[in-house]
């Protein structure tokens, strides 16, 4: 139930609330219900929050607990949950500061928690762009409401209202926070302001992104005061008659990218991003290797970020004035947005994303960064990737562009938006594709003779476009420029170091979309810091611009028809399959179905998986549907794909027999009746996911073990009715024995080991050898094999250092005699395993020429894999300080004899 008309019930005549929620109020371990609602005066806004004695909410239930004025000071931020990164549809935390007060708050996923979080955005806006003039205090309406305000019970909850109670709340969650707080400029003060909710959510990704804000405007503002549910059926109605109220108008844009080498911003870039005689009406830079320091690298944390922002801001064309979009950075790849200060009014639903695809799908040394934005009434998506490096490893670049596309999702909107739902895609970035069956000398004769098209028929990028293996449905601008990549750094000289680097066009700029035109595609060889040259591509491209006098005829016919059909009809759908059948699950290997839902009633219909009754989740942790909310115009249908996919957070309660593939989903249909989808599937118990003292306790193979023999040493109940059950446990799995047995004959000398992803398809083999005994011998390259044995690590029920010494371990980290203490109270299998895996790792630092590793590296790197805390003690504890702790228990096993 919407909370609105309930808080509307409290105010004074002439006040109105905007958007309210039901909300939980949080601090330290404590929670409560609250409902957080923003007020509308004539002279501004303000922020209140009641305490609840019921849900749903009545008012005489209500009782006004915080007011605080919605000016300046006061920001929203949305927070980014590690721990609940695999849960689809949970809560969402925000803080909310202002006037000297801290609330922490956890709203509940939807479009009704993000039309509140996009109108306390609104409301900042504008109160910062336009301050409501001639009112010496346009607060003062909030005074008649503070004199009310009770205080909480304090046996039951204490308002965050203190210093230090602020202070102790902020370190419940991480320290280095995605800032989603677009800045609006555009927005006009005045009493008839109207507002749309859906404008914003939280910005992010893996390995903690770094996020800047930039503007928003808003547009649409006749959605005004109608119910959420509505809106995106409006939206759907207005795009199908879009052309009656909008004409194409080309505006130039600017995209470059720039692999710098971790240099620093010692060159004018104007010779790169100002060369043109008319200023671009809008920027995208791209940067990769921005930082190649280790704290960037670990914690992505860059020194380098400011000056190259202030680099780019002052290389910017003179010509025009320009306001900052928004910034967005993952270790060493940047995403700069700029736009020219008389559009950003007509730039609209900002967000940024990131996507690391290094190890284990997580380090951000190579991955992308994007950003998406609507631009009057057309959607754009700018990507700037880096991916895998060496000439040889074409199938691991492709990988990780699919990765990008599979795992970047904008949540803005409902549902998400992947890079190809947008009008126009930009992407930039060093690709790393390289020039294959050709030699480094007559790659340089075509280079001389300027015979490109010669040496573009070796290029990488070129043949796996052709043969459909990625970028698929992209285009790029005719190439007429030398190689970008290598130069010896400060020259245009090409690689002379011992390694001797091909030629290659590792730059590019690629797009797909309608409308755009190429003007310029050139590399900017005045630039020489880098081993790399910038490139830059020009484009021409057509916006559907918006005439507001046709946008609002059509928009009160749509309503008009909406009204009629509504009052006329019920919504009805038909679902092609009720029952899916999932066979064969392996861990890490996904497997999908999907199904058609149709709307065969006479109105547009709403559908959404809603939580069974006493479940916090609408769907089982190994599932998930896409779309799980919808919108469908009478007649048409709409594929829902289910995606069953057991990982390590879900492969243990499985291999435990505490959970199965089996779940049953209610579709609700709003307005209309529920319908129930059953999902059924079989897992093949893995390694992976098992315990130490379980895999301890099996001599084969665990595909060879029975299930309920299996159940049994999970439980710690190994049972011996066989002969060959009755044997001596090994000292460590054998799978771990496997994998650092091959390493140590293979892998000594492998550069970049542990921190170079492997491939997907080498891993499963892996997998699969574990699990079955077969082949003798492990297949994959040393990388894929790191890569399975970090994995294996993570999915670990309990970790290598059990979780009970934990802490214990975080306190002694900086003394090895009480490290060794503490280690030898561990049961004996986990010590085992930790001393031969440590001892591994001090054996590969003996290789360090080679392998170019370092004890800080390894020990951050296995630091949060051999010592973990419990899921739901990560939130609190996953920040730099603690990791950093555990890096350095880790190290002194790493740089000091051990031997258990």
């Known amino acids: 139930m919407d909370p609105s008309g309930t808080v509307q019930e409290t105010l004074a005549s002439g006040e109105k609330c905007v958007s309210a929620v039901d909300a939980v109020l949080v601090q330290d371990l404590v929670r409560g219900s609250r409902v957080a609602a923003l007020v509308e005066s004539k002279t501004g806004f303000g922020f209140f929050m009641f305490s609840t004695k019921r849900m749903p909410v009545q008012g005489s239930d209500l009782t006004l607990e915080k007011v605080i004025p919605v000016k300046e000071d006061f920001t929203v931020e949305v927070i980014d949950d590690p721990a609940k ?403 010896d750094p400060g020259t245009d000289d090409w690689d002379t170091s011992e390694k001797c680097r091909v030629p290659a066009w590792c730059d590019r700029v690629l797009w797909k979309g309608d409308s755009v035109s190429v003007v310029e595609y050139r590399s900017h060889r005045a630039l020489k810091l880098s081993d790399h040259k910038p490139v830059s591509c020009l484009f021409d491209i057509g916006v559907k611009v918006i005439d507001e006098d046709n946008y609002k005829r059509v928009f009160e016919e749509v309503i008009r028809k909406l009204d009629r059909l509504e009052n006329e009809f019920l919504p009805s759908v038909s679902l092609s399959c009720v029952e899916l059948k999932f066979e064969h699950i392996k861990f890490l290997e996904p497997q999908k179905r999907t199904i058609s839902i149709t709307n065969t009633g006479q109105v547009p219909c709403q559908f959404e998986f809603i939580c069974k009754l006493d479940e916090k989740e609408y769907c089982k942790p190994w599932l998930s549907v896409e779309p799980y909310l919808g919108f469908i115009m009478p007649g048409d249908s709409y594929p829902i794909e289910f995606e069953v996919y057991v990982n390590k957070n879900t492969a243990a309660r499985l291999n435990s027999g505490e959970d199965r593939l089996e779940d049953i989903l209610v579709l609700h249909l709003d307005g209309g009746k529920d319908y129930f989808v059953t999902v059924q599937g079989d897992y093949i118990p893995s390694c992976f996911g098992s315990s130490i003292e379980a895999l301890c306790n099996m001599r084969g193979p665990i595909r060879e073990v029975p299930v309920a023999r299996l159940v049994d040493l999970e439980a710690g109940s190994p049972s011996k009715t066989s002969p060959e059950d009755s044997f001596d446990p090994l000292p460590i799995p054998k799978e771990i024995w496997l994998l650092v047995d091959h390493l140590y004959k293979h892998a000594l000398h492998q550069e970049d080991l542990f921190q170079q992803p492997g491939l997907h398809s080498e891993i499963e083999e892996i997998r699969d050898c574990l699990d079955t005994g077969m082949p003798d011998t492990i297949p994959g390259r040393p990388h894929s094999m790191a890569e399975c044995l970090l994995m294996f690590l993570e999915s670990l029920p309990e970790p290598v250092v059990p979780y009970q010494y934990y802490t214990s371990c975080l306190d002694s980290c900086s003394n090895f005699e009480l490290c060794k203490q503490l280690m030898s109270q561990v049961p004996e299998h986990h010590r085992n395993v930790f001393k031969y895996l440590t001892a591994f790792l001090r054996e590969l630092l003996n290789y360090t020429d080679d392998n170019k590793l370092d004890p800080k590296t390894l020990a951050m790197i296995f630091g949060g894999l051999l010592l973990r805390p419990k899921r739901d003690e990560g939130r609190r504890q996953n920040n730099q300080q603690t990791t950093r702790r555990r890096a350095t228990f880790i190290y002194q096993f790493l740089v000091n004899p051990y031997d258990g």
């Open 85 to 487: 990164a695999h849960l689809i549809g949970s809560d969402v935390p925000v803080k909310l500061c202002g006037s000297g007060q801290v609330l922490l708050l956890e709203l509940p996923f939807g479009s009704k928690s993000g039309n509140f979080l996009t109108a306390l955005r609104r409301a900042i806006s504008l109160y910062t762009s336009k301050p409501p003039a001639g009112v010496l205090q346009p607060f003062a309406w909030l005074q008649r409401y503070t004199r009310k305000l009770v205080t909480a019970d304090l046996t039951e909850f204490d308002p965050l209202s203190s210093t230090s109670q602020s202070q102790v709340a902020e370190n419940m969650f991480e320290d280095n926070f995605a800032d989603s707080l677009p800045e609006q400029s555009s927005s006009t003060w005045d009493d008839t302001q109207s507002w749309t909710a859906g404008d914003s959510e939280p910005d992010g990704g893996s390995s903690e992104p770094v996020v800047r804000g930039g503007s928003v405007s808003t547009m649409g503002p006749m959605l005004a005061n109608r119910p959420s549910v509505r809106e995106p059926i409006v939206k759907m109605y207005m795009l199908k008659e879009e052309a009656k109220y909008t004409h194409v108008k080309s505006f130039r844009i600017f995209a470059g990218t720039w692999n710098v080498n971790g240099q620093p911003a010692t060159e004018n870039l104007k010779a790169w991003l100002a060369t043109d005689s008319m200023p671009p009406d809008l920027y995208a830079v791209g940067f990769q290797e921005l930082d190649l320091s280790k704290e960037a690298f670990l914690f992505n944390d860059s020194a380098r970020e400011e000056e190259w922002v202030k680099a780019v801001t002052h290389g910017l064309h003179p010509g025009a004035s320009y306001r900052r979009v928004r910034l967005i950075r993952l270790v060493g790849m940047m995403l700069l947005v700029f736009v020219r200060s008389e559009h950003n009014k007509f730039l609209s639903q900002i967000e940024a994303q990131t996507v690391g695809t290094g190890i284990m799908g997580k380090m951000g040394n190579k991955g992308g960064v994007a950003v998406r934005f609507d631009f009057h009434n057309t959607s754009f998506c700018i990507v700037n990737s880096h991916l895998a490096a060496h000439t040889e490893l074409y199938e691991r670049r492709n990988q990780d562009y699919s990765d990008i596309c599979a795992r970047m999702q904008f949540s803005l909107t409902q549902p998400p938006l992947t890079i190809h739902k947008h009008n126009v895609v930009l992407w930039v970035g060093d690709l790393n594709y390289r020039l294959s069956d050709i030699e480094n000398n007559d790659v340089k004769t075509l280079i001389d003779k300027k015979m490109f098209s010669d040496l573009l028929s070796h290029d990488q990028l070129t043949r796996q476009m052709a043969e459909k293996n990625v970028f698929l449905d992209f285009k790029e601008a005719t190439v007429n420029f030398i190689p970008t990549y290598k130069y």
